[in-house]
């Protein structure tokens, strides 16, 4: 029987199946989910919708959105690692070279002031780099890629630089401390041509993650009626009071009501803005995908006392507040940080309250919880075997990876956790695991991506600008952008990491086709066939990242690789 006879053959007695479970469903009115909830029989047709597709590969994408690296300062020597911490890493046989330091006597013959080191994994912690938008791209110089301690390295006290100073941003740690990353890539797929969408820092990449899109921005008042400053945050307004995200500020407290608690109200208004337009959220509720999600900390919960002073807090009734350390040297933190939740910019796609689900059954779908939930109901939806089809993930703040309140140590213990649970779960043998950052924070990447979308004078300091790329000026300029076009989305920004952990990826494999963040939106819009957001999106110019799959119906599907949580190795 040929291939075509075969699935005639099937797709028949899937049709005889169906009509005998309609009838039935003619004679009882109502269904029991696996929960013991009722589902009635709109939400019948929607699950029966779900559904409709299960002969892709790929029938769940779990999205892990991490924080703050660079691809050099994570794989700037893979797969070649010192051996000298006491859990020596080894290269399987035939593993690619990347696109790393070794290439052209970057490690020891480096154009910056400061040559390339390595951090042990003692020196895990770390203070934060400088990763503003207009600072990474000085730091390109050109594309000269040599005036990164110049403009975004940060150190001195009280900076954990471990006596670097500003020179501290050239560090890069290597398979003995990231080792889990490096197990992950030597078994599955990763790239190493992959960028931020756009420069700056955490809100412009999660922006871009689930919209492809920095523009369309309004500022918005807090819970006092107070308006913040725009500079710095948002590009200069169109005559609708319209720009683009190129800073932190944080969800408006219309669409966003937790807020991070403090023993006295700020004295000044923080910026708060509010997002037009559509995101990926849109996309999957038309064509009735279960989505979600799941951030650590989401939940409100009671704050320590006294509060902690690391955070500056809001002026909203409700209360995210719970906290936990990281490794020594990060010290305590808040698990929720609003900037890094981007579907709570939209309208249409935010929980102000963060009121739970109705129940695990309604996980997924659109209830009081509008899609945005805890970490904690992932974990219930998936036991419950209610995963649902998209899925981002956002650790806890303490395991997120943000160097200054978390670690690469921290990260891993999370990533283990997480995908070692996944791979155990009966959804791992359609699923897409895709682990990738928000922004580089600055640390030093040797390669410069190319300059899709130009931008130019977009948040002038002092009226100063240059017309060549990435100006020195007190404004950067990423050249004359297209008439038409939205200003304040400089891009490609900074390398960063991007692996794709499924039994559908290729092995052991590297990849070199161009991808940015929003190569996941496009992926998840191709596999469910939702179209393009439109209206500038990125996703229109995205690079795939079908090359890091293989979907032949022959293709030896990768392992389960259960690793250590503690060691990173299997």
Known sequence: MNTR??????????????????????????????????????????????????????????????????????????????????????????????????????????????????????????????????????????????????????????????????????GYYDGNTVTALWNYAQHFAMSDNSYSTTFGPSTPGALNLIAGQTHGAAVAPDGLGRFGSASGNVTALDASGIGSVIGDPRPSPAFDNCTLPSSAPPAAARTYITMTGRNIGDLLN???????????????????????????????????????????????????????????????????????????????????ANHQYDLEDFWNALDAGRLPAVSYLKAAAYQDGHAGYSSPLDEQTFLVETINRLMQSREWERMAIVVLYDDSDGWYDHQMGPIVMQSKALNPVSGLQDDGLFGSGAAANCGTPVAGTFNGRCGYGPRQPLLVISPWARQNYVDHHLTDQSSVLRFIEDNWHLGRLGNQSADSIAGSLNHLFDFNEHHQRAPQLLLSTVTGNP
Not at 33 to 47: K, L, Q, V
Not at 314 to 325: E, M
Request: hydrophobic share 30%.
């Open 286 to 368: 038309e064509h009735n995908i279960t989505w979600g999600w799941f951030q650590g900390g989401f939940k409100p919960a009671v704050p320590p006392t006294p509060p902690l002073a690391n955070t500056p807090g809001g002026t909203g009734p409700v209360v995210c507040g719970s906290a936990h350390a990281g490794v020594p040297g990060t010290g305590r933190s808040y698990d929720y940080i609003p900037h890094h939740e981007p579907f709570q910019y939209y309208k249409q796609t935010s929980n102000p309250k963060h009121l739970p689900p109705s129940s695990t059954a309604t996980i997924g779908r659109t209830d009081q």
């Open 5 to 170: 006879t075969n699935r005639f053959v099937r797709n028949a007695a899937a049709t005889s199946f169906i009509t005998a479970l309609l009838a039935a469903a003619v004679a009882v009115p109502t269904t029991i989910r696996a929960s013991g909830a009722r589902m009635n029989h709109d939400e019948r047709e929607r699950d029966d919708r779900d559904h409709d597709a299960d002969d892709r590969p790929i029938q769940h994408v779990v999205v892990i959105f991490q924080e703050n690296v660079s691809f050099d300062h994570y794989f700037a020597t893979y797969p070649h690692a010192t051996n000298t911490d006491g859990t020596p890493f080894t290269a399987k046989p035939g593993t690619p070279l990347v696109n790393g330091l070794f290439a052209g006597g970057l490690l020891d013959h480096n154009p910056n002031s400061v040559q390339p080191f390595r951090l042990s994994a003692l020196q895990a912690a770390t203070c934060d780099q400088d990763h503003g938008y207009t600072d990474e791209q000085r730091s390109f110089d050109a594309g000269a890629m040599n005036k990164f301690p110049e403009t975004v390295g940060v150190g001195g006290p009280p900076c954990l630089d471990y006596g670097h100073g500003t020179g501290l941003v050239m």
